[in-house]
């Protein structure tokens, strides 16, 4: 079955200082969808990419989505306190396939 | 719109005793999706649907039954409660939006079972 890995697991940044998560899938998607779930909280959905090599933006965040549809990155420019949680990547084989989620990146921001 | 509930928020279960965790949406939407989450498993589908009437099963669904009688309600039942069912349960509904479904989350039942 479909398989997708997120890289690293966790990671602990200094605020302001630059972070990226990666996740990379077994098949070629459809399209891929980014969650941020803060501590005790629930999933929240960020962004959805369906184009080869689209890129988007929301204010610090960046994602990217390969040009072969396997892997997609989310970046964040200079982390705040705010940006906390667990981030999660979520692919599609097709458009009215069930999701498959990567198991996520645990972001820590020190102030 | 209240969007995605779930109840009950928090449940303690005897091994082999059975519940039903509600969850209703108020979005009209036709997905919807019921996930468990685990440390560093990330969220796992147990089963969803894709419109009143139908119902499909997901990645881990041994254990668990859902219906979905209307378009708001899919509630999930845990037949009998095993230890290996402590999780969190999360209930997701979706629309169709730019070639895919993006899922809103409910708050989620943390579930036990002794």
């Known amino acids: 079955g479909q398989q997708v890995m997120q890289i690293p697991q966790y990671q602990h940044v200094q605020e302001g200082e630059d972070f990226t998560t990666y996740c990379n899938s077994s098949?070629?998607?459809?399209?891929i969808q980014w969650y941020k779930q803060r501590p005790g909280g629930h999933p929240v959905f960020l962004i959805q990419?369906?184009?080869?090599?689209e890129v988007k933006k929301q204010k610090r965040l960046t994602f990217q989505f390969g040009e072969a549809k396997k892997n997609s990155s989310l970046h964040i420019t200079a982390t705040q306190t705010t940006d906390v949680g667990t981030y999660f990547c979520?692919?599609?084989?097709?458009?009215?396939?069930?999701?498959?989620f990567g198991k996520g990146t645990m972001l820590l921001v020190s102030p | 719109n209240a969007g995605v509930t779930q109840t009950p928020k928090f449940q303690v279960l005897k091994t082999g005793q059975s519940m039903t965790l509600q969850c209703a949406q108020d979005?009209?939407?036709?997905?919807m999706s019921w996930y468990r989450q685990d440390p560093g498993m990330g969220l796992r589908l147990i089963h969803y649907?894709?419109?009143?009437?139908?119902?499909d099963q997901g990645e881990v669904p041994n254990g668990y039954n859902v219906s979905r009688s209307t378009t708001e309600d899919f509630p999930l039942r845990l037949l009998s409660a095993a230890p290996s069912q402590t999780s969190v349960y999360f209930c997701?509904?979706?629309?169709?939006?730019?070639?895919?479904?993006?899922?809103?989350f409910g708050p989620g039942t943390r579930l036990t079972v002794t």
């Open positions: 979520a692919g599609r084989n097709s458009g009215y396939s069930t999701l498959t």
């Open positions: 997701a509904s979706s629309i169709l939006a730019g070639g895919g479904y993006e899922q809103y």
């Open positions: 098949t070629t998607l459809s399209n």
């Open positions: 979005m009209n939407h036709e997905y």
């Open positions: 990419l369906v184009k080869s090599g």
């Open positions: 649907s894709v419109g009143a009437g139908i119902t």
